[in-house]
């Protein structure tokens, strides 16, 4: 195949993805995906840089996502939102390992994988909506990002604690993390904030941050862990700069449309590019089983609290918590590439995960939209 024909068909799918958005309203992250299922399934495979983009992409929508969430808003509803994330993780994780070992008759090893990557709620899908909408700056919106970034994190602390075999860089990682996410807040605001930069078209700003988050990349990967933690905390403690003064708010908008004209949506598409449909066939009895499993323990894991904490948003707030995705697929992979699970059983998660992407978000979208923000004040 000829060198530009791949990135020729990427950029088709993009904008066919807008278009499609546009003309059904419906998010673009859906079309993204499901555009990329059917050209992988076709024999489009993604080259090296695009999945290292898309990887990317999933970093800087973790990113954006952080910096919009209001901390005082988390500081307030904390308790409330730590207990709906806590069983919006316990569940899932509970029910996919004991069908999995179970009923599938998985080991014991794949089990656990699978119960953890159906424990996530994606946060680039649920950013992903809440932007395309106008909805990010809600309190319904707010509220939706802090508990799936709670969710997230329990889900990669339990893949570290269960799986990932620490060393000395990962204890480099986190020690270089910590000591900048510690003074992040002190100088960032300098490079983000000051007037000599604003408007200006060599975008500094945007450039410090990619710089950043590129560099959690690497240094995560060295550590064998992950930048989505270090990513969102560092979009949280930027929210402020971001958010306030004259100089700094327009950087965000320029970040999404840098982010959102090409990187992420290869996030998108390379993850539906990545599952085999004569896998899924062949396996299509336990894919619906094991995508009712998940989603009703999701279900039982978040509805009831959010009709509690939440009632005028529970189903909407429900849906999207059931929505899966980002650190689903790379608890997959890493299973995958450990030899804890065949091709089979990856294309399975991989499959119930980007169903769990689309059909709530569809559900959400079309038949539970949230009230407005004034009309839960």
């Not at 996502?65 to 207990?83: P, S, T």
């Not at 390379?270 to 899924?280: C, Q």
């Amino acid at each position: 195949m000829n060198t530009g024909t791949v990135p020729l068909l990427a950029g088709l799918l993009i904008f066919a993805a807008s278009v499609l958005s546009l003309r059904l309203g419906l998010s673009v992250a859906i079309f993204e995906i499901l555009l990329g299922l059917a050209a992988g399934n076709l024999g489009l495979r993604p080259e090296e840089w695009m999945v290292y983009i898309a990887g990317f992409g999933g970093i800087v929508l973790t990113f954006l996502a952080g910096a919009e969430v209001d901390a005082r808003l988390l500081r307030d509803n904390f308790r409330r939102a730590a207990l709906l994330s806590f069983f919006s993780f316990f569940a899932p994780l509970a029910a996919g390992f004991l069908f999995c070992r179970y009923a599938a008759g998985w080991s014991a090893a794949a089990s656990a994988v699978g119960g953890i990557a159906l424990s996530e709620t994606s946060l680039a899908v649920v950013y992903s909506v809440l932007v395309e909408t106008g909805r990010a700056g809600s309190k319904t919106g707010k509220l939706l990002m802090a508990c799936t970034f709670l969710t997230n994190t329990l889900t990669a602390l339990a893949l570290s604690a269960a799986f990932l075999k620490p060393n000395l860089y990962t204890l480099i990682f986190l020690a270089a993390s910590g000591a900048f996410l510690f003074f992040a807040g002190r100088f960032s605001g300098g490079v983000l904030r000051h007037p000599a930069l604003a408007g200006k078209v060599i975008e500094p700003e945007i450039k410090y941050i990619f710089f950043v988050l590129l560099a959690f990349i690497y240094l995560a990967e060295l550590g064998a862990s992950q930048a989505m933690l270090p990513a969102f905390i560092f979009g949280l403690l930027m929210s402020g700069h971001l958010r306030d003064g004259a100089a700094a708010a327009p950087v965000k908008n320029r970040l999404r449309t840098v982010a959102y004209a090409f990187i992420t949506p290869l996030f998108f598409i390379v993850a539906g590019m990545k599952v085999s449909l004569a896998a899924l066939r062949g396996a299509a009895g336990l894919f619906a089983a094991l995508f009712l499993v998940r989603q009703a323990a999701k279900f039982a894991g978040v509805y009831f609290f959010a009709r509690k904490f939440f009632p005028a948003n529970s189903g909407y707030f429900t849906l999207l918590m059931s929505t899966g995705l980002t650190f689903g697929l790379m608890a997959a992979l890493f299973g995958l590439n450990a030899g804890l699970l065949d091709q089979g059983q990856y294309s399975v998660l991989t499959g119930v995960l980007i169903a769990s992407a689309v059909i709530p978000t569809f559900a959400a979208q079309r038949w539970f939209p949230p009230l407005e923000e004034e009309d839960l004040l």
